[in-house]
């Protein structure tokens, strides 16, 4: 069993809004596993949600290239945000953007790729920059998405210079309809993906074990209502309908009209672009995402060097 110490119960608060003393006997409960906690504080109704993830954002930038129907987004992490905007690193991530766009996904394809005019890799570039600006950097991720027909939209928010920034979106839409409307159509989703935030495309595509650990917290809130078995049955999926709303791109209403779902502005759309258009995919890459950071405690740390 983990200890359960003080480090650990203000990790849960902040991540669920609960009270001290209820994330602390929730650890206990749970053996430690903050997870599980959170899972505990919800059925209890301690705790609205398990959204705050307490992320911890890493520098750098996104970009994203788009040309007609292909697009490209990918990350590139330095220390601070300092060199964000040194035109020498935009210049890197810009040029690693069209390099993907070129080569696609796979990050170690994109790596041995040659950089454009340096006559050197993409690896050997990302060194030497490294060198030069004297900040570590890592090309953490690269998604590239395609249709056959159509166009990949994209979305910069938070622009620092064209195509660069802290988050990148962007929208595949297929169809043989008007290009330039498909363009508008499709950045004005993926600026509603950059503010609302989907995780996945459809109920269709939701995570199996995310699924499963929602119905399970669903049912267990809906229990203690102490209502009949098939109340809560009908309980449960109203809730579940309700989750991919809040988490599913075509089930969320738009945030430009506040009222169609995307599903529905998708399919009334085939009327002004002249064609019938299925969005088949998204991306959102909002900078330093999932990455933890070490946290310092600065007066611990002078005391110990005033210590030394």
């Keep these: 069993m983990a200890e359960i110490t003080a480090a650990l119960v203000k990790e849960l608060r902040e991540k669920t809004g609960a009270g001290m003393m209820d994330c602390k006997k929730a650890l206990n409960e749970t053996a430690g596993d903050v997870e599980a906690a959170i899972d505990w504080l919800r059925k209890k109704g301690l705790a609205a949600a398990a959204k705050k993830a307490g992320r911890v954002a890493a520098e750098g930038l996104v970009a994203i290239a788009a040309a007609g129907a292909k697009g490209v987004a990918v990350e590139v992490n330095a220390e601070t945000d300092f060199v964000a905007r040194n035109d020498q690193f935009q210049g890197l991530v810009s040029g690693v953007a069209q390099v993907a766009l070129a080569k696609g996904s796979d990050v170690d394809v994109i790596k041995a790729?040659?950089?454009?005019?340096?006559?050197?890799?993409?690896?050997?570039?990302?060194?030497?920059?490294?060198?030069?600006?004297?900040?570590?950097?890592?090309?953490?991720?690269?998604?590239?998405?395609?249709?056959?027909?159509?166009?990949?939209?994209?979305?910069?928010h938070a622009a620092v210079a064209p195509g660069l920034g802290k988050i990148a979106v962007l929208v595949a839409l297929e169809s043989a309809g008007d290009v330039a409307k498909l363009e508008a159509l499709g950045k004005q989703i993926a600026m509603h993906?950059?503010?609302?935030?989907?995780?996945?495309?459809?109920?269709?595509?939701?995570?199996?074990?995310?699924?499963?650990?929602?119905?399970?917290?669903?049912?267990?809130?809906?229990?203690a209502s102490g209502k009949p078995a098939e109340v809560i049955e009908k309980m449960v999926q109203g809730?579940?309908?309700?989750?991919?709303e809040e988490v599913c791109l075509l089930d969320q209403v738009f945030v430009i009209?506040?009222?169609?779902?995307?599903?529905?502005?998708?399919?009334?759309?085939?009327?002004?672009?002249g064609a019938p258009v299925k969005l088949t995919a998204f991306v959102r890459f909002a900078l330093g995402e999932g990455i933890e950071k070490e946290e310092k405690d600065f007066a611990a740390e002078v005391a110990a060097q005033l210590g030394g």
């Design 113 to 156: 790729a040659e950089f454009p005019g340096a006559g050197k890799s993409v690896s050997d570039h990302l060194t030497a920059m490294i060198a030069t600006i004297g900040e570590n950097m890592n090309l953490r991720r690269a998604i590239c998405l395609e249709v056959s027909q159509g166009v990949v939209a994209s979305y910069m």
């Design 193 to 223: 993906v950059a503010a609302a935030n989907p995780l996945f495309l459809d109920s269709g595509s939701v995570d199996k074990a995310a699924l499963e650990r929602e119905t399970a917290v669903l049912t267990e809130q809906a229990k």
């Design 239 to 244: 809730r579940i309908r309700k989750y991919y």
């Design 257 to 273: 009209d506040q009222e169609n779902k995307i599903s529905k502005v998708v399919e009334n759309a085939a009327k002004d672009v």
